[in-house]
């Protein structure tokens, strides 16, 4: 007579185990969330920087179109 094969359920666990667990899940949450924010951050960062370009190079070509049509004194 062949014997059956092991059953495959894990072993009942402790009130210690399961509380690490839930650490650990509360922990993921938190580091993922925590890396969401930093990248929306980061993006609004290089948004602002590139806007802030933008503006520059509309005030530069401003200023030589006027010193075009408006020659200084010599």
């Known amino acids: 007579m062949t014997e059956a094969p092991p059953l495959t359920t894990r072993p009942p666990r402790g009130r210690a185990a399961r509380r690490a667990d839930r650490a650990a899940r509360r922990l993921r949450a938190a580091r993922r969330g925590f890396e969401l924010s930093a990248a929306a951050l980061r993006s609004a960062a290089l948004d602002e920087v ?18 075009q049509t408006c020659p200084a004194d010599p």
Request: aromatic share 0%.
């Open 50 to 67: 590139e806007r802030h370009g933008l503006i520059r190079t509309v005030l530069r070509a401003s200023l030589e179109r006027r010193a």
